[in-house]
């Protein structure tokens, strides 16, 4: 049997990953719907599909949470406190409708609540959150605008000679298959974060022992939880995302879901926790900016940019703030 406190990390974890599903997945099918590629319900029952698939298939991502972002012989209630505090920050910027990133705010949490509960910083593991967290949350953006920016580049070269009636009916159809990549490349990604963080509670509470690995239960969890939220919630982001930052249409949506997909794929192989709205939103970026620069919403743009910014020093304020008060219940 679990201790309570292990009981309450799963369930917050779990509601974590709802949220998550509620708020981010929306940036996976967002431009499909705008350029009506999909309807909303035809984009949600996709990406919830092919969220859960995604889930289920690799856990590298999950051992970083586990094995390279803190050193601590932590409690429970401090996995506790940092799931807490990622909730706050998602609940905050949802409802200012303001794409953020879960994996950021969930990172961020978990070094402030150990650096809380430590009293110092010594026990974060810098080097793993500099190479793995700090370098993807800056290069993997700039990689969704540049190779979006080429790729569309090179798509309004290709497709000089047809007609816009032509490339509109190829690429809708198109991009029911880019959606589906973005969505399976987003939960490969973004469902292992919670997956590392029961992992390290089960871990610190000495119910696994042995080599790395994530119990199917929690895999299957995760992956359903993740599911449920894209099913439940996601249009207040659509708006945001699909016509907040640029205009679209079916060839800039494919180029934008594909580039994007590309690099969470990537990053998800070198093992990095990135922001999965990072990417797809400056991939969307890219692609207005290869049409002119003038294209791209620049102030929708900065506000977002901002939010990534202060994600991080923000979510560790508020885990360590979470932490200091929850450790007086436990």
């Given at each position: 049997m679990f201790s ?111 650096a809380a509960y ?205 932490c200091a008060v ?5």
């Amino acid at each position: 049997m679990f201790s309570i406190t292990v009981v309450f990390v799963v369930i917050f974890a779990l509601g974590f990953e709802f949220l998550n599903g509620f708020n981010d997945t929306a940036n996976a099918i967002a431009t499909s719907v705008y350029t009506r590629a999909l309807s909303v319900g035809h984009a949600i029952l996709l990406a919830s599909s092919m969220n859960f698939i995604g889930a289920l298939v690799s856990q590298g991502v999950a051992q970083t949470i586990v094995e390279e972002v803190v050193n601590a012989n932590l409690q429970e209630y401090v996995i506790l406190a940092a799931i807490i505090g990622a909730i706050i920050w998602d609940l905050v910027t949802w409802w200012l409708a303001i794409p953020s990133s879960s994996s950021h705010a969930l990172i961020g949490s978990l070094i402030g609540a150990t650096a809380a509960y430590t009293m110092s910083g010594r026990n974060i593991l810098w080097g793993g959150v500099l190479n793995k967290v700090i370098i993807p949350l800056f290069t993997s953006p700039l990689m969704g605008l540049a190779i979006g920016f080429l790729i569309m580049k090179l798509m309004t070269h290709l497709l000089a000679s047809w007609s816009p009636y032509r490339a509109n009916s190829i690429f809708s159809k198109l991009q029911v298959v880019s959606a589906a990549f973005v969505a399976f490349s987003h939960g490969m990604n973004d469902a292992q974060k919670t997956m590392g963080i029961i992992t390290l509670a089960l871990i610190t509470g000495g119910y696994q022992t042995g080599d790395f690995h994530i119990q199917i239960w929690v895999k299957i969890a995760c992956a359903t939880m993740i599911m449920a939220g894209t099913a439940v919630g996601g249009r207040r982001i659509m708006k945001t995302m699909g016509a907040g930052v640029t205009k679209l249409n079916p060839v800039n949506g494919f180029v934008a879901q594909t580039s994007s997909a590309a690099i969470i794929a990537l990053m998800t192989a070198f093992h990095a926790p990135i922001s999965t709205t990072h990417v797809i939103t400056t991939s969307v970026m890219g692609v207005g900016a290869a049409h002119r620069v003038s294209a791209v919403k620049w102030g929708a743009a900065k506000d977002i940019i901002l939010t990534w910014v202060i994600t991080l020093p923000a979510t560790a304020i508020i885990g360590g703030l979470v932490c200091a008060v929850v450790g007086m219940f436990f």
